[in-house]
């Protein structure tokens, strides 16, 4: 039921977020067309690479306190969703940077770092599949999982830190702000991907769920053979 709410959303919001993007809101007079690619850009970086490596912390967290495995099912769902976000967050970031600066990529402050979050979730993966023992490695991945909130702060103000070509935020304290219809669309696009993420994520949690089910019987089974 509660799939299917977020999927029902999900689709609803979707509709006018889009038509808000490409049709409502006013093109950007220095960028042009190009600029529509901010208002997919920035939630996907909040709540695609920021959102799963908070939840990732969370996931993380839980299993060292409570050593229940469903916090260690959770964190790996959410480095999942953050390995997909934020792959798709730099792709749309070459493709915004590719028109106004010419290049795909720089090395800058924010997008180095944001590369760095990408590993974290890569690296995440990477742990667990050399570890076979599921206790151990939920609790070596969960350390691990917690260095993931380590660089999402600093990512998040290394645009005030550091010298860098990214622009300053415009949506923050100390931004220069956007006309109404920028906000609004913005707004939209942003509540359409959360939706997203949301369903996208509950649905993952309840396959990895049957999928440690077969690995467990399946075990049983080899034992009992």
Not at 21 to 32: R, V
Not at 37 to 62: E, K
Not at 110 to 129: D, P
Request: aromatic share 14%.
């Amino acid at each position: 039921m509660k799939v299917k709410i977020l999927s029902i959303l999900s689709a609803v919001t979707l509709i006018p977020a889009l038509y808000m993007i490409f049709l409502f809101a006013p093109t950007e007079a220095t960028q042009g067309h190009a600029q529509r690619i901010f208002y997919i850009h920035v939630p996907l970086a909040v709540i695609g690479a920021y959102g799963s490596a908070i939840l990732l912390f969370i996931g993380s967290l839980g299993f060292l306190i409570t050593r229940n495995l469903k916090w260690d099912r959770f964190g790996a769902v959410s480095a999942e969703m953050g390995i997909v976000f934020t792959s798709a967050q730099l792709l749309t970031a070459m493709m915004w940077a590719k028109p106004i600066w010419g290049t795909w990529y720089v090395f800058d402050s924010r997008g180095t770092l944001q590369i760095v979050l990408l590993l974290i979730f890569v690296a995440y993966f990477m742990l667990r599949s050399y570890l076979p023992d599921r206790e151990k490695r939920a609790k070596l991945c969960a350390v691990f999982g917690l260095l993931g909130m380590v660089d999402v702060p600093i990512n998040y103000l290394s645009i005030y830190l550091f010298r860098t070509q990214h622009p300053q935020a415009v949506v923050s304290p100390g931004g220069g702000g956007v006309e109404p219809e920028m906000g609004y669309t913005l707004l939209m696009s942003a509540i359409a991907i959360l939706f997203f993420y949301a369903y996208v994520f509950v649905r993952r949690l309840t396959i990895a769920r049957v999928e440690e089910e077969v690995d467990y019987y399946t075990q049983v089974i080899l034992a009992n053979e």
